[in-house]
């Protein structure tokens, strides 16, 4: 019985504690057998009425198990609590020997051999107690370090998140506080420069004012003069003078009046520009008037161009023109409807003009910048298209290009104005649409739509 219950509680400390079903479960079906095997030598000891060879098959059994234990390195870890069975199985074989070797000797002292291997027999279970006892505390000082390092972890985790979100917010405030600054520095670059071209505005109007009165008399003394020439070469042709003085004089007053009538002409257009100023600098009465859109459209396109001229004496452009004769007078706020067209031109032909310089400095020279106008009314609607073949648009600028200070241009050269400008007077004030469309290097559309 003691050679059953020493291998039996050995296979099921070794189970138990090598977890041989999860880790390990092809030894796990071998110590099942093992265990199996200890419980039928048990019932066939008792079954052959307790035979006493049986004792030296115990003992193979025991050896084999021990040889077992310290022949493979998955049982090193339990090598020295097998080693508890060893004093029991040697006092075992020892005891058996002397029973068949020296059965006088044996009688005399075989009472010392059964409680030599009594004591073996105890000290195995001895051992095993306090190796489990010592397992047990093992186990639980491992599951208290386990659930102290989950609950650091959890900590460091918490704090790590906690710290992360707290830079997070850090971050966020720093950048919307960055974000602030930068939008009030352009504020106040583009309240400045607002306040620049208010006072251009207002310098504008009062040169427009002191040059249209010297104008006002350039014009009628020139239109005077015309009429003075020929009241000249009436009377000339009454005199008494040779047909040969008469000529000549009748050429010399006809270079005059050709002089004069050009200095009408270019008088009327210097005037036109000069009011064109004066409307551009005031503010609008808000109130429709009939306004001619094709030649208003043809003015401000012909202004924006002589104004980039006077910046850059070398720039040239086709201005093509696509006029509908057929529109007539619409009503329109004229000054509002100025602004926007001379936005628009200013734009196209800056593209263009950027485009050229581009260009030029790549060494490609044969690059002809054209800014167009086409008008066209339809359904009681007025369409106006204004295009350039300049340096286009991406789609993120043109998502932004209706915003107010927004600008493409370089610090000083735009407002970020005149577009949010004009698409307030389109949209809110004449109840039309104005869009863009634009291939980024070939060109740009703006699309004015109003109902008229």
Known sequence: ?????????????????????????????????????????????????????????????????????YNYDVFKSLRSIIQGIVPFVAIAILSDAAEVIAPQFFDLYGSYFS??????????????FYARRQQNLLIKERAERRNEEIENRKQKESLEFLVAERTYELTLQKEQLQKTIEELKSTQNQLIQSEKMASLGELTAGIAHEIQNPLNFVNNFAEVSVEICQELEEEVLKTDLGQSEKDYIIEILGDLSQNQQKIVHHGRRADSIVKGMLQHSRSSSGEKEPTDVNALADEYMRLAYHGLRAKDKEFNASLVTEFDEHIGLVDLMPQDMGRVFLNLFTNAFYAVSEKKKGLEADGITNYKPEVKIATKKFDNRLFVRVEDNGIGMSESVIAKIFQPFFT??????????????????ITNAHGGILDVESVPGQKTVFKIEIPV
């Open 1 to 69: 019985m003691e050679y059953f219950l020493v291998s039996f509680f050995l296979l099921q400390y070794v189970r138990t504690a090598l977890d041989t079903r999860n880790v390990i479960p092809e030894w796990d079906r071998k110590v099942l057998l093992a265990r199996y095997a200890s419980v039928g030598l048990i019932a066939a000891y008792y079954m052959l009425d307790q035979p006493n060879y049986f004792d030296w098959i115990w003992n193979a059994f025991m050896l084999l198990l021990l040889y077992t234990a």
């Open 115 to 128: 409680t030599a291997q009594t004591f073996g027999f105890i000290l195995c279970f001895v051992i095993w």
């Open 408 to 425: 493409t241009k370089p610090t000083g050269q735009g407002t970020g104005l005149g577009l949010s400008m004009s698409y307030d007077i």
